[in-house]
């Protein structure tokens, strides 16, 4: 049998799933696929599901064609509508309802599950019937990228899937193959930290300008610069851009439904799309602001490497000579201080702080540090 897609670096995931897959083999009610964000989860859930939609299908090339696409009526896929969260409305008729339904025209149902690590207790709750007492042909694969966050009453139903962290070889390659010159690509691969799927958000579209936000950032307050520069600015800018794309997403899917939904529901319809769409825009821009930061908190500890005489350990390979310049004349234990007041800003924004305020107040605090 070939190998399943997105599992090729990943031993665990590939032995388990394929064991399930294979001729005889029974296919558990519940998977936790988990391990960090780009490893292949996403892609190993889809093609699972395909070969679990597929099998005994008159055409199993069809059936993997339209999950592919994500139409196939008995596979459903769920992200969280919360800003930070998976709530009750996320999965109450989506998962548990429609779990109790047969399918449409496979043997099986599949429901794929992203970021289990945020449900929310009730949300949590509403599930467990489903983990303990599914239907025969109901299969549920949930996805993590924080084991340690799964709530036990989940984690305990699952049969779990380990995803291991690419290498910084494999990122490097991965994010090559979108034609990105080797040297940006080696750092973006370092600055992801083992995130495949940010290595790839830094090297493409607007990643270029949010990393130039975050060296800025910290390079003003390296060099006494931040009342004459304002760095934080590139960073709400970045942040706003995205937010704004991401609305833009949703508010095409939503006229796109308007037309085939009835009148009388077209206002329900409305008002549940406001909702997300505030939702999505919250966590796109606190993500966007969080990853500046943290590239801001990377150049402290790369500075930090080299006056340590650590260089290898660097992550902004592509930006030596910059990082050597904002070494000379300061001291390992200032560096490190500046990434723990970065580090305590990026916690304070995923509470309900003003950013701006909380951006600019901790460029003055830097810099004050690094005088």
Known sequence: MATLAGTE????????????????????????????????????????????????????????????????????????SGAHEMLVGDIEEAVVAAAAMTPFESARRVFVIERADTLIEQAA??????????????HI?????????????????????????????????RVGRHGVPPELARACARLALGDGERALELALGDGPALRAGGERFARAAIHGKVAATR??????????????????????????ELEVVSRRDRRKLENAYSERIRRTRRRVETGALDLGLQLSSLW???VACLLWETPELIHHTDRVDELTRD?????????????????????????????????????????????
Not at 26 to 52: D, E, I, M, N, V
Not at 143 to 168: K, M, N, Y
């Open 141 to 173: 694969v949930l996805l993590s990228d924080r084991l340690a966050e799964v709530l036990p009453t989940i984690r305990s139903r699952c049969q779990l899937v380990r995803f291991d962290a690419l290498t910084t070889t494999q990122l490097e390659e």
């Open 300 to 302: 402290f500890r790369d």
């Open 327 to 371: 070494a000379e004349g300061r001291r390992a234990t200032q560096l490190r201080e500046a990434v723990e007041l970065v580090e305590e800003t990026r916690r304070r924004l995923r509470s309900n702080v003003t950013e701006e305020l909380a951006l600019e107040a901790l460029a003055y605090r830097l810099e004050a540090l690094l005088d």
């Open 9 to 80: 670096h990943h031993p665990n995931a590939r032995a388990t799933l394929g064991a399930a897959l294979a001729p005889g083999g029974r296919p558990s009610h519940a998977y936790l696929f988990h391990g960090p964000a780009g490893s292949g989860k996403r892609t190993a859930a889809r093609a699972f599901a395909a070969a679990l939609l597929a099998d005994g299908a008159p055409d199993p090339d069809g059936v993997r064609r339209r999950v592919e696409h994500g139409t196939h009526p008995d596979l459903t896929w769920v992200a969280p």
């Open 125 to 138: 709750n509403k599930m467990l019937k489903t983990l303990e007492e599914p239907a025969s042909f109901v």
């Open 231 to 256: 760095p934080w600015t590139e960073l709400l800018k970045v942040k706003r851009a995205r937010g704004e794309e991401a609305v833009a997403r949703l508010e095409a899917q939503l006229a796109d």
